[in-house]
C-alpha cells in the first residue's frame, strides 16, 4: 500500500497582513510531502505577504499556521542584494544555509556544499563572487544555499523570473527531482505557463482570497486571463 503524503505545513482559517490592515483573508492552505504548488498572483495580489506568514516571519491577524517540528525549510527569494565589491564568494553564499545548524561535523558540511553546487551546475564557479555573476547563475546559487539544509519544504518566490533559458531549466529540472524526492515545492510566479509540466497543484491569489484550481487551467492563456482580470 502506498504510504499516504505527510501534512507538513497549513493555514487555516487564516487573516494575513498587518494590524487594521487586512490584506488577505480566510485563507486554507496545506502543503504535504511531494506537493508541486504553483502559487500564482498578480503584482500586489498578496502573494509577498502570504510566503511571509508561510515562513512565520510575519504574525498572522487571525486563523492557525500548524506546521510539523523542527521542519526544515529552503527559502529562495527573488534576489539578494549583496555590492559587487563585498568578499562574498559563491561558496560563502551557500554555506549560509548551514548556519544554526547542529550535528554535523566541518568536513561534511564542506561535503554537502560540493554536492549542491555540483547539483545547480555551479561547482567550478564556487570561488567567484557571487556579486559578479548573471541573475540566472545567482539563482542557481541561491537554490544550492536552500538545497544544502536538506530541507522538507523549500519555498521559492520568482526563481525563474527575468533568468536565462539555461538556468531555468536547470532549476525546474531540480525542483521535479526534489518533488519525486519527497520535498515539498512551493513555487511563486505571477508568470505560471513554464509551470504547466512541474505543478502538481496551482492556487491563485487575488481579491484578497486564494482559489485553487486545475493546473492545466492556471497554466493556460484563460488563467492568464483570469490572473490579471
Partial sequence: MKRRPIPLLELRAATLGYPHSPILREVNLA????????????????KSTLVRSLLGALPMQSGRRMAVADLRVGYVPQQMLLDPGFPASVQDVVAMGLWGKHGLAWEKDIQRQQEVL?????????????????????????????LVQ????????????????????IILKILEQQAAKG?????????????RECATRAVLVKHGRLEELPVIEMCSAEGLKKLWA
Fill in 118 to 146: 555540483a547539483q545547480v551546475e555551479m561547482e567550478s564557479r564556487k570561488r567567484a563572487l557571487f556579486g559578479r555573476l548573471s541573475g540566472g547563475q545567482k539563482q542557481r546559487v541561491l537554490l544550492a544555499r536552500a
Fill in 183 to 195: 520535498t515539498a515545492v512551493i513555487l511563486v510566479s505571477h508568470q505560471p505557463l513554464a509551470l
Fill in 150 to 169: 536538506k530541507p522538507q519544504l523549500l519555498l521559492l518566490d520568482e526563481p525563474v523570473s527575468g533568468v536565462d533559458a539555461r538556468a531555468t531549466e
Fill in 31 to 46: 502543503v504535504a510531502e511531494g506537493d508541486f504548488l504553483l502559487l500564482a498572483g498578480a503584482n500586489g495580489s498578496g
